[in-house]
Each structure stands twice: as structure tokens, then as C-alpha cells.
């Protein structure tokens, strides 16, 4: 099992930059990738930013170039730093972490309300 918890969020003006934290507990040693999805109201949940125990990162389209997520492996954290904030970046943030033990399962955070003004 692994617990999620997510920090960072709230609200910000179109332009400036928000930094939101995933602090991971429990079995840390069978993730093997963490990521941030987001769900705007109306929208299907979206891929963010993932990033792979080997260095392997991917982005979503809409955020690729503006958003860049990380991970602090002595504090189990996964960081994602957002800049050029636009209001269509408003949404909850979920934290996911992938792991591996027998079977590969999905583990998702409360999630953080992230609002961007015009």
C-alpha cells in the first residue's frame, strides 16, 4: 500500500506560478513511476506530468514546456512546478503513484484545488 498526501494548492493569477508537493508513505519501495492528473469540471481527468524511477518524464500536451514535475527521493516527494499559469490550467490536482509489488496498482491522493484567475 501506498499513501498520498498533496499540498501546494490555491489560487493565482493567470501568468504566475504554483508549486504543488506529493509526500508518498507506506510501501515507497514498489513505485515505480509518480505522476500528477488533473480534472477540470466537465473534463475527463487528464495526464499532467509523470516521471519513471529511471528518469523518464512525460507531459501533457497542453502543459508540456510550462510545467516541470520532479522528485526528491530523500523525502519521497514529487514536486511539479507550474509557470505561465493560465486560467484552463484550473482544476484538482491528484497525486498518483504507480507500484509494483505482485500486481501493478494505481494509488491517488485527496487532490488539491489549483484556480487560476484571468
Known amino acids: 500500500q501506498v499513501q498520498l ?3 501546494g494548492g ?3 493569477q493567470a501568468g504566475g506560478s504554483m508549486r504543488l508537493y506529493c509526500v508518498a508513505s507506506g510501501n515507497i519501495d514498489s513505485i515505480v513511476a509518480l505522476g500528477w492528473y ?3 469540471p466537465g473534463n475527463q481527468r487528464e495526464l499532467v506530468a509523470s516521471l519513471t524511477i529511471g528518469g523518464s518524464t512525460n507531459y501533457g500536451d497542453s ?12 523525502k519521497n516527494t514529487a ?6 499559469l493560465k486560467p484552463e ?20 491522493g485527496q487532490g488539491t484545488q489549483v484556480t487560476v484567475s484571468a
Do not use: H, P
Not at 514536486?79 to 505561465?84: A, F, I, K, P, R
Open 5 to 7: 498526501e498533496e499540498s
Open 10 to 12: 490555491g489560487l493565482v
Open 38 to 40: 488533473r480534472r477540470a
Open 63 to 74: 502543459v508540456r514546456g510550462r510545467f516541470t514535475i520532479s522528485r526528491d527521493y530523500a
Open 79 to 84: 514536486v511539479l512546478q507550474m509557470n505561465s
Open 89 to 108: 490550467d484550473t482544476a484538482v490536482y491528484y497525486c498518483n503513484a504507480r507500484a509494483k509489488a505482485t500486481v501493478i496498482a494505481d494509488y491517488w
